[in-house]
């Protein structure tokens, strides 16, 4: 099944007031709070390199009432809620602040850790407090793959153990996987492995090297493109949704795949690729730290304000860069020269990664631009010609 890369647990929205470049500037469509550091496991690829105890700036139960007001904040449709961590389970007000966020309007979904402390008791707690989804890792078809990259032994039989509590709970459940040199030939097996469980998406996330995923080998540009592509193929058989994390690029593929595939424009404005064009780090997304800081995207740690003493619609709309991110002209080198700039915009975490620039280049995307002039403000769509919006799908 079809489904972009925007970083969603849930659904992604059908209503139009998301879909344009000056709606997202104003409105994200997720908000990511890194509710605790505090986290069981090593993951290799750990964008907070977490630890066992929880950061001594960790916001306050108060502080963390505040946030959520804060993002109640934005204009409606609201943003939906992911609370992550490392393990947000590990936060002892946890219930509260996602009572707390329901009070408030918010739809929510969760990120925990596999450890022996996520028992079907607790993922059925947290559908009792109304969890639109939680978010559970795999990355390795067998405990010897898995295990490398968790750095626990053991995560791979409590991992299985929570999907088949999702399924009985009928919880719905995003399975995230890493996409490195080290997980990369694994992947259909992985694939193989879900078709066996009761999960309502794939999320494949492309390694970001930040954090302690500086320990993990990305792939080349050359591999992340035939992996997309398969992803785009896989998508039309498979018995769950797929979607990108940290690849935006899978847009341009699945376009193009649709398009040579003959599929009708409508049929292609119904596939969450479309619905999700222009959505990058920093523009449809928001990153706050168990701290409060206030970054464009997890993988994109540059302090923009910090909710403590700013307001985090004000730093979402305001701040100088985001203001740079929610616009594609101010896009640089081979991502501001590409005719797909406005749909997909590249990685801005993986630009900064590689060169200090958040509107730097995405290094991993190996598509040749062959747009000679970049877009601007009021120009004709970059992909029909015609209309003058931030982007559409019109062949």
Request: a neutral charge.
């Given at each position: 099944m079809?489904?972009?890369?925007?970083?969603?647990?849930?659904?992604?929205?059908?209503?139009?007031?998301?879909?344009?470049?000056?709606?997202?500037?104003?409105?994200?469509?997720?908000?990511?709070?890194?509710?605790?550091?505090?986290?069981?496991?090593?993951?290799?690829?750990?964008?907070?390199?977490?630890?066992?105890?929880?950061?001594a700036?960790?916001?306050?139960?108060?502080?963390?009432?505040?946030?959520?007001?804060?993002i109640?904040?934005?204009?409606?449709?609201?943003?939906?809620?992911?609370?992550?961590?490392?393990?947000?389970?590990?936060?002892p007000?946890?219930?509260?602040?996602?009572?707390?966020?329901?009070?408030?309007?918010?739809?929510?979904?969760?990120?925990?850790?596999?450890?022996?402390?996520?028992?079907?008791?607790t993922?059925?707690?947290?559908?009792?407090?109304?969890?639109?989804?939680v978010?559970?890792?795999?990355?390795?078809?067998?405990?010897?793959?898995?295990?490398?990259v968790?750095?626990?032994?053991?995560?791979?039989?409590?991992?299985?153990?929570?999907?088949?509590?999702?399924?009985?709970?009928?919880?719905?459940?995003?399975?995230?996987?890493?996409?490195a040199e080290?997980?990369?030939?694994?992947?259909?097996?992985i694939?193989?492995?879900?078709?066996?469980?009761?999960?309502?998406?794939?999320?494949?996330?492309?390694?970001?090297?930040?954090?302690?995923?500086?320990?993990?080998?990305p792939?080349?540009?050359?591999?992340?493109?035939?992996?997309?592509?398969?992803?785009?193929?896989?998508?039309?058989?498979?018995?769950?949704?797929?979607?990108?994390?940290?690849?935006?690029?899978?847009?341009?593929?699945?376009?193009?795949?649709?398009?040579?595939?003959?599929?009708p424009?409508?049929?292609?404005?119904?596939?969450?690729v479309?619905?999700?064009?222009?959505?990058?780090?920093?523009?449809?997304?928001?990153?706050?730290?168990?701290?409060?800081?206030?970054?464009?995207?997890?993988?994109?740690?540059l302090i923009?304000?910090?909710?403590?003493?700013?307001?985090?619609?004000?730093?979402y709309?305001?701040?100088?860069?985001?203001r740079?991110?929610?616009?594609?002209?101010?896009?640089?080198?081979?991502?501001?020269?590409?005719?797909?700039?406005?749909?997909?915009?590249?990685?801005?975490?993986?630009?900064?990664?590689?060169?200090?620039?958040?509107?730097?280049?995405?290094?991993?995307?190996?598509?040749?631009?062959?747009?000679?002039?970049?877009?601007?403000?009021?120009?004709a769509?970059?992909?029909?010609?015609?209309?003058?919006k931030?982007?559409?799908?019109?062949s």
């Amino acid at each position: 099944m079809l489904v972009t890369d925007i970083r969603t647990m849930i659904p992604m929205p059908h209503t139009a007031v998301h879909a344009g470049a000056q709606a997202l500037s104003r409105n994200p469509m997720l908000v990511y709070w890194e509710t605790t550091q505090a986290c069981a496991l090593a993951c290799k690829h750990c964008r907070a390199e977490a630890s066992l105890t929880p950061h001594a700036g960790e916001l306050t139960h108060a502080e963390g009432m505040t946030l959520l007001r804060q993002i109640a904040g934005f204009t409606p449709p609201l943003p939906h809620l992911v609370l992550t961590g490392g393990d947000p389970l590990m936060r002892p007000d946890i219930y509260e602040l996602i009572e707390e966020a329901h009070r408030v309007g918010l739809s929510v979904s969760i990120t925990p850790s596999v450890t022996p402390a996520l028992t079907f008791e607790t993922l059925e707690k947290l559908k009792l407090h109304r969890i639109s989804s939680v978010g559970i890792s795999l990355d390795g078809s067998t405990a010897e793959r898995h295990e490398a990259v968790r750095g626990v032994a053991g995560c791979f039989d409590w991992t299985m153990q929570a999907l088949e509590n999702t399924g009985r709970l009928g919880l719905p459940v995003q399975v995230n996987t890493l996409v490195a040199e080290e997980t990369l030939d694994d992947l259909p097996q992985i694939y193989e492995l879900l078709k066996t469980r009761s999960v309502m998406r794939w999320s494949l996330f492309f390694l970001v090297s930040v954090g302690r995923g500086k320990m993990l080998s990305p792939i080349t540009p050359q591999q992340a493109e035939r992996c997309m592509e398969w992803v785009f193929d896989l998508s039309q058989i498979a018995p769950f949704d797929i979607k990108t994390t940290e690849a935006p690029a899978y847009r341009r593929v699945a376009l193009t795949g649709m398009r040579q595939a003959g599929w009708p424009q409508d049929r292609i404005r119904q596939t969450g690729v479309y619905r999700g064009f222009g959505i990058r780090d920093g523009h449809g997304v928001v990153f706050v730290s168990s701290q409060g800081n206030v970054y464009p995207a997890g993988f994109l740690p540059l302090i923009t304000g910090n909710v403590r003493h700013d307001h985090l619609v004000d730093i979402y709309r305001n701040a100088p860069i985001f203001r740079a991110l929610h616009s594609p002209e101010a896009l640089k080198g081979k991502c501001g020269r590409c005719e797909y700039r406005a749909l997909c915009g590249g990685s801005r975490a993986r630009g900064f990664a590689a060169t200090g620039d958040p509107l730097a280049s995405d290094p991993l995307c190996a598509y040749e631009p062959q747009a000679t002039q970049p877009l601007t403000s009021g120009s004709a769509c970059s992909n029909c010609g015609k209309c003058k919006k931030a982007a559409c799908a019109t062949s």
